[in-house]
């Protein structure tokens, strides 16, 4: 039996903990990437060759991690990136984690392909929210994918505002679906019997819905969403810096840099490697979320350091639900929340936000003793 969420000591535990409770096939649908799932290894590998240098005697006192985002107070500058089918990893999905990060103060982005409906997902979230004192509280916002039937998409996104949502995360990196090898070597195509993306059924005849990927997306659907919410705007799936500079032309609150975790084109490049380019060229006009590879708060650091306003997670979460339910998904945000409160203070920072650039260089430019080839410990 794995050890419980609560005795993890690092986000990978629950990784370790999540392969003996899920099914396999189940497992390697949240963990897989596209092809030879190149861009899913080279997240990770774009932390763990970014080198932090810290400074000392600066006196921080207690860490303030909190922030705003999007006029949303959270605790902590992490978010809970959308991921689908919660119910392949706990009996309640998404009810779950939306508790979750709502004792925690952030922000859940529920998925379209739920397998909760977003009303159920945001009753969870208000009933632990309200409850929350003197601490951010947090915010539900909501992912799509446009469909090619414009008026179903419409009445998703007034159904997510109805519901409470606080804010509008269109995908843009999915005309079609990447082809994940082990989904196609597992013969996983559809959900297990008795559970559906809930979003997508037909109250009247209960019918289901299949999520349609639409390869005619262009910038005039993006300002047609735009029209349709006063929901701030965040395109997902931001890799070019031009793409950047015409999300925000183009009226998007939020660019959030992310290649689908890799789950989309093998090949593309990794998250932490797009990030300056597109904070250079959003130059401040709007907030730049990043994904892809967060595991540590030391991550979390880097890429605030190098621009992002909050980094989010999504198959940590999916790890912590399947470990220990409610508990594994605050065990996931309070071990990252402890971890960046810790480096933090350990590079001299008295709050994320106060990280720049210069905090970060890559492995191989660190700085080196005189006559020695290695970098200083």
């Given at each position: ?109 529920v998925s379209m392909a739920a397998t909760r409906t977003v009303e159920d997902v945001a ?255």
């Open positions: 039996m794995s050890a419980p969420a609560t005795a993890a000591v690092r986000v990978a535990d629950l990784g370790e903990a999540a392969s003996t409770r899920m099914e396999p096939a189940h497992r390697d649908y949240v963990d897989g990437g596209a092809g030879d799932e190149r861009t899913l290894r080279a997240n990770a590998l774009a932390f763990e060759q970014a080198r932090l240098l810290p400074r000392v005697l600066r006196g921080t006192g207690p860490r303030d991690l909190a922030t705003t985002l999007l006029g949303t107070p959270l605790s902590m500058p992490v978010l809970l990136a959308p991921t689908a089918f919660h119910r392949l990893a706990h009996p309640e999905g998404e009810t779950v984690t939306a508790a979750a990060a709502a004792a925690a103060g952030t922000v859940m982005v009753a969870a979230f208000s009933s632990v929210a309200d409850q929350a004192t003197g601490q951010a509280a947090g915010a539900l916002w909501f992912q799509l994918y446009p469909q090619p039937d414009a008026a179903f998409t419409t009445s998703l996104v007034h159904r997510a505002e109805d519901a409470g949502c606080r804010g509008l995360v269109v995908t843009v990196d999915s005309p079609v679906v990447g082809r994940r090898e082990r989904d196609v070597r597992n013969g996983f195509v559809d959900l297990p019997p008795g559970l559906a993306c809930e979003n997508l059924r037909d109250p009247a005849t209960g019918l289901v819905r299949s999520i349609a990927m639409d390869d005619r997306l262009d910038w005039d659907t993006v300002a047609r969403l735009r029209a349709l919410t006063r929901m701030p705007l965040v395109l997902k799936g931001v890799l070019h810096p031009e793409d950047a500079r015409l999300a925000v032309e183009c009226g998007a609150d939020g660019v959030w840099v992310s290649n689908h975790g890799g789950r989309q084109l093998d090949g593309a490049v990794a998250t932490l490697d797009a990030l300056p380019g597109v904070v250079e060229a959003v130059a401040g006009r709007a907030a730049v979320i990043v994904d892809g590879g967060v595991r540590r708060g030391t991550d979390a650091l880097v890429a605030l350091a190098l621009g992002a306003d909050a980094v989010a997670v999504g198959r940590p979460a999916v790890w912590g639900l399947a470990t220990g339910g409610e508990d594994g998904v605050r065990a996931v945000l309070e071990l990252l929340r402890d971890e960046l409160d810790a480096a933090c203070a350990l590079t001299g920072l008295r709050r994320p936000a106060e990280a720049t650039p210069d905090l970060v260089v890559a492995a191989s430019l660190a700085p080196r003793r005189p006559g020695h080839g290695r970098a200083v410990r």
